[in-house]
């Protein structure tokens, strides 16, 4: 099966001061297949994060090489980086992230407004999206009007926008209640299910990673498969 | 990039509402330079369209000469004791045969020569309607030198003067006031005249067209129907009634026949000053209008270049303010910033978020200080007799100013979250 996510040999460190160098990943190898739903587990400042901003193209490796879906990130240059984040990465963040004074419509369309997206048909695409998370009849709220699981699944509607080859999605359920939480974890499982979406969650929820098709663990920046 | 413009300036306009009383304190700045430029800018067309207006409507090319005191060493080069005209002994006043000489003299420089002297103010009046006037005896040439224009009958003429026949040259506001406004019935009708408790009756031989002077009507406070006007008769009438010496003159306008009135009026001046070489205390000043318009133009140059700096630095101080605000902006919104940077923002994109923002305070502050600057212009100019409004020139010029200052301050903010590395915006709390 064809790999959305090739690493090999990922080593990340951060330079704090000149001398002190502080290597949070220790050489991490995966592959993530196409229509796959990946959790990764872990302690918190295991370096799980890390990961998620390396393969969304956030930032790059210190050492290795990094596939995403056919694009080196590992020697992109940062307007490249913005194209790649752009065009094949949808986040999803803990504490939603939507953008203040601009309604939910708005917030989904921002991704396509980056992509060059014409405005009307980013505003219908949007539409379309706010319905599939059942929430067109809130497009005009603003994020202060919404709820924590309403703003969350605003925000996967968000991540939807470009129709990425992933979906990240940093402790999604973190700042929701178990209710919510449920409900937004259903909604990955239908992306996945029915679109065939590429998921990775990085979760604390070792009862919410079980439902995945593949758990992953990270212990002290390296990664291992469920069962080692 | 053309795309997201629009969402950009609904974004910005968006914060703006948000933060109506910070917006508000960072435009104050260029809502006062803004301002006080506009004001300035129309009040000084208004006033120098207004003055040189009248100045031409006086006579541009008319040359005053007058006494005045001969400046000993102290005081030589004072432009204010040059310019005051004195009361010479009557005896030793202008004489007709030095006018005479000089008109012969320089047949192609000077021109006809106005003499005048003021009876007083007085009231026309006829059953239980009046006039408010103010008489002046002048010879023949006093009405063309100063361009009042007959509209019926005729100018007074040199044998009027001579013979101090009682007759005058009223204005058409008179004959409203008096005759019903019918300017060919009033002529040959009489006219009584009370000044100072005394009543004349002179007959009306010709009627002007009333201009009003706009710097002064809209100081007085007359109603239209009390606005007092000139009545000319001749110079020896009042002369006779005055005791004044027939013949000598204090103060003369002289119409200058070529175009360079100053070189004229200083041939006039040396002409006339040998009359007066042993003269211990007095000499002959004179004073072109052209001289006039110059000094009140150059005034009105140094006065808007005054408030122009004082403006500018209003401006300079209103830019750092907006910089310091977009400053303070981006490290509010790190997290804003690291999440469009998240969803593919280029640095491009977020540059150019910030720089509309900051574009887009500048440019309401300007139109706020276009509106005041426009309110006080009008009310300034309306002060000096020539309402008028800012012209399309200075508000294109306020509005490119504060997009410029925008782009210039906001530039360096802006830049500042362009470059923000995305994890870290992102972390930030
Ligand atoms: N930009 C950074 N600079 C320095 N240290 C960092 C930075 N980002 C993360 N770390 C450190 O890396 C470790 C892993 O962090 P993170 O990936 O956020 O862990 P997790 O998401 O698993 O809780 C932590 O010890 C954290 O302090
Ligand atoms: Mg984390």
Redesign the interface.
């Not at chain 1, 953008?99 to 601009?102: E, F, G, L, S």
């Not at chain 1, 407004?113 to 060059?116: E, Q």
């Given at each position: 099966m064809e790999s959305i996510i090739a690493m090999r040999g990922i080593i990340k460190r951060f330079y704090i001061g000149q001398p002190n160098e502080l290597e949070i990943l220790h050489g991490i190898d995966l592959d993530v297949a196409a229509g796959e739903f990946l959790s990764i587990v872990g302690a918190s400042g295991s370096g799980k994060s890390t990961l998620m901003?390396l393969i969304?193209a956030?930032?790059r490796p210190t050492e290795g090489s990094y596939f995403l879906d056919g694009e080196d990130v590992g020697q992109a240059d940062?307007?490249s980086l913005?194209?790649i984040?752009?065009?094949k990465v949808g986040?999803v963040?803990q504490n939603f992230?939507l953008?203040?004074?601009?309604n939910a419509l708005?917030n989904v369309e921002?991704?396509m407004?980056?992509?060059?997206v014409?405005?009307r048909r980013r505003t219908q695409r949007a539409m379309e999206l706010l319905a599939m998370v059942e929430m067109e009849d809130r497009m005009y709220h603003q994020p202060n009007e919404l709820s924590g699981g309403q703003k969350q699944r605003v925000a996967i509607a968000?991540a939807m926008a470009?129709d990425p080859a992933i979906i990240l999605a940093d402790e999604p359920t973190g700042a929701l209640d178990s209710k919510t939480g449920r409900l937004v974890m259903d909604l990955f499982h239908r992306l996945n299910r029915d679109q065939g979406k590429t998921v990775v969650l990085i979760t604390h929820n070792g009862e919410l990673a079980q439902e995945t098709s593949r758990v992953v663990t990270m212990r002290d920046g390296m990664l291992y498969e469920e069962g080692c | 990039m053309g795309l997201d413009l629009r969402e950009n300036v609904r974004m910005a306009l968006e914060g703006l509402r948000a933060n109506k009383m910070r917006a508000l304190l960072t435009m104050l700045g260029i809502i006062i330079g803004i301002g006080s430029v506009i004001g300035i800018l129309t009040v000084g067309e208004g006033l120098s369209a207004n003055i040189t207006g009248e100045m031409a409507a006086l006579g541009a090319q008319n040359i005053s000469v007058y006494f005045q005191e001969r400046p000993d060493e102290e005081d030589a080069g004072n432009l204010l004791s040059s310019m005051t005209s004195v009361w010479m002994e009557e005896e030793d006043g202008f004489s007709d045969e030095m006018l005479e000489a000089l008109q012969a003299q320089y047949p192609e420089q000077v021109g006809p020569i106005a003499v005048d002297e003021g009876l007083g103010s007085g009231q026309v009046t006829k059953g239980r309607d009046y006039a408010n006037v103010y008489v002046y005896g002048v010879n023949e040439n006093y009405l063309p030198v100063y361009n009042i224009e007959i509209i019926a009958g005729r100018n007074l003429r040199a044998q009027d003067n001579e013979g101090a026949r009682n007759v005058a040259v009223v204005s058409d506001k008179l004959v409203n006031n008096i005759f019903g406004g019918d300017v060919q019935g009033a002529l040959g009708q009489e006219v009584l005249t009370n000044i100072n408790g005394e009543t004349y009756a002179y007959t009306v031989v010709g009627v002007y067209e009333y201009t009003q002077n706009a710097m002064m009507s809209a100081i007085s406070t007359a109603s239209e129907r009390d606005i007092s006007t000139e009545l000319y008769i001749p110079l020896n009438t009042v002369k006779r009634l005055t005791g004044s010496m027939i013949g000598r003159y204090q103060y003369l306008t002289i119409s200058s026949l070529s175009t360079d009135s100053q070189a004229v009026a200083s041939l006039i001046q040396d002409f006339l000053n040998r009359y007066y070489v042993n003269n211990p205390d007095y000499q002959v000043g004179v004073m072109a209008m052209e001289t006039m318009t110059d000094m009140v133009s150059s005034m009105m140059d140094t006065l808007s270049i005054a408030i122009s700096v004082i403006a500018g630095i209003s401006l300079l101080v209103g830019g750092i303010g907006v910089m310091n605000i977009m400053l303070v902006s981006v490290t509010e919104r790190t997290r804003e910033i690291g999440t469009r940077k998240a969803l593919g923002a280029t640095n491009g994109n977020i540059r150019l978020q910030f720089v509309v923002e900051s574009v887009i305070i500048c440019l309401v502050g300007g139109l706020i200080g276009i509106l005041m600057g426009a309110c006080l212009g009008y009310f300034g100019s309306y002060l000096l007799g020539t309402p008028s409004g800012p012209t399309l020139g200075s508000i294109l010029l306020a509005f490119g100013f504060s997009m410029a200052i925008g782009v210039f301050f906001g530039y360096y903010p802006a830049n500042k979250a362009a470059n923000l590395d995305p994890i870290e915006a992102l972390r930030y709390e």
């Open positions: 901003n969304g956030l930032d940062d307007l913005s194209a984040r752009c065009k986040f963040f992230n953008i203040p004074r601009t708005k921002l991704p407004m980056y992509a060059g014409s405005p968000r470009n | -």
